[in-house]
């Protein structure tokens, strides 16, 4: 599904990922973890094209498709769809006409448009069981949204646009114990029924009780440091990232900056 | 205005009027009206005044929207005790000075604006907006979105103005403008002239190109770049297109409204 093979990536002239290899494949959940500043979103933003990524060297793969290059709406017509960390608001814009926008720009089997009778069936679902308010359709894209309302108009725009590969970047932030349940609930079904590959960010062990990753990778200093299965999780949920960062050889730069003070002193 | 003859129009229910030239229209006290009003001016050489009166406890929601070419005109409403006004206006002029006054007469007195106007090519829009208050306890609210293109320029001053005694008023002006072109230009000053002390008054105004994280949100979803531009632009007119309930009149100014935001 997606290959990375050797990526180095820059934001503002400074290299903040470091030769990333990462594959996901078909129908794979795979769990991104890292402390702050790792370079997490910085990954989820490279594979969706943001402009303000720059990719030194490397590639990424998409379904056999070099997408390296590919502008940011090919990238989601292709297949991926980036839930953010932080949502963008677009006033004057409803959620309705929003999503029935680029719903159409991707046509059903038969190689129409769905049709509005149907987009507004599957819509009114969608946000019934994501337990969103039934005015949601109708009010300005998250705009005066809570942070938790953000975070499942992002899942909503997911459902209703189903695509192959889901980069979710901290979509349980902001959300209430109900609501990751739900929010788990929602995303589940849909990897079930579309077979559906997964890459999740989430600093908190609470999210994948619901959503079990076949894999996790950990992300230190922009590098790739450490593979494993989800039992890699409650190591680190108990142990924090120190011992992954003395097993890779990284130092932390505060302890590096003291010791070079004191010897400074001495 | 008060030297020019008019012709007296009475306005009530929900009703589509075209007028061509200076009218004079007023809202009886304590009736309610709900009114699309088109002022096309390309048959005019003259300047147009349009002027609305709105007696006390009458209520009046008024989608204005004006097609000229070098036309100037005025408007001027004046509100009576407790008379309530919903005004969305939308001028299709090009190098042309508008004036618009909204004159809170009454105590009580309440006005709500939406203004939008848009300028292209090498044309030049200028405009005055005041909302006066001449009363004790009003309260004016005003959204103003201007929208400017290739080497165009617009030109506003927003006025609220509350005098002297009108205790408890409450005026406030929010300005917002998008700049397309590399050479557009939009110079809109928010003015407060407050000559009494108890009463709330504020102004913001943001000035700016397309935000560039809302173009790649949008297109992070399917769309084109010029795609997600239209829908930014689109929605500066979307209270516009919500306001009137005349299809009539909507498909007379939609064609208008279309062009105004098309990059």
Known sequence: ????????????????????????????????????????????????????????????????????????????????????????????VTNRDFIKQVVDKRPTKDGKVQSIYK??????KAIDDLHMEKDLADRYVNEDFSGGEKKKNEILQMKMLEPKLSILDEIDSGLD????????????????????????????????EYIKPDKVVVLINGSLVKTGDSSLIDYIDKYGFDPIKKEAGIEDEVELLEECAFKGAK | MTDIAYRRI?????????????????????????????????????DANILINLRSDAKLKLILFTIGNNNSYNLEINLDENAHLDLY??????????????NLNGEGAEANTYEFSSSSKDNSVIGKFMMVHN?????????????????????KDII??????????????????????????????????????????????????VDDNEVYYLMSRGLTKDEAMKIISKSLITPLLKASTSIDFNNVINPYLEKMIEA
């Open chain 1, 1 to 92: 599904m997606l290959e990375i093979k050797d990526l180095w990536v820059s934001a503002s002239g400074n290299m903040i990922l470091k030769g990333i290899n990462l594959t996901i494949n078909d129908n794979e959940t795979v769990a991104l973890m890292g402390p702050n500043g790792s370079g997490k979103s910085t990954l989820s933003y490279a594979i969706m094209g943001h402009p303000q990524y720059k990719i030194e060297k490397g590639t990424i793969t998409f379904n056999g498709i070099d997408i390296t290059n590919m502008p940011v709406n090919e990238r989601s017509l292709a297949g991926i769809f980036l839930a953010m960390q932080y949502p963008y608001s677009i006033s004057g």
């Open chain 1, 119 to 124: 987009f507004a069936v599957k819509l009114d």
């Open chain 1, 177 to 208: 114990v109900d609501a990751v349940k739900i929010v788990s609930d929602n995303i589940n079904e849909l990897k079930e029924k579309n077979a559906m590959s997964l890459m999740i960010i989430s600093h908190y062990h609470r999210l994948y």
């Open chain 2, 10 to 46: 009475e306005l009530f229910g929900d009703q589509y009027y075209i007028i061509n030239s200076s009218e004079e229209l007023y809202v009886t006290n304590s009736h309610e009206a709900n009114i699309s009003l088109l002022v096309d001016l390309r048959e005019q050489s003259e």
């Open chain 2, 89 to 102: 206006t939308a001028d299709y002029l090009s190098n042309t000075n508008t004036n618009k006054t909204i």
């Open chain 2, 135 to 155: 009363a004790k306890n009003t309260t004016a609210h005003g959204k103003f979105v201007y929208l400017s293109k290739d080497n165009s320029k617009i030109t």
């Open chain 2, 160 to 209: 609220s103005k509350i005098n002297k005694g009108m205790d408890n008023s409450v005026s406030s002006e929010d300005i917002r403008g998008l700049i397309l072109g590399e050479k557009s230009n939009i110079n809109a000053k928010p003015i407060l002239i407050i000559d009494c002390d108890d009463v709330h008054a504020s102004h913001g105004c943001a000035i700016g190109t």
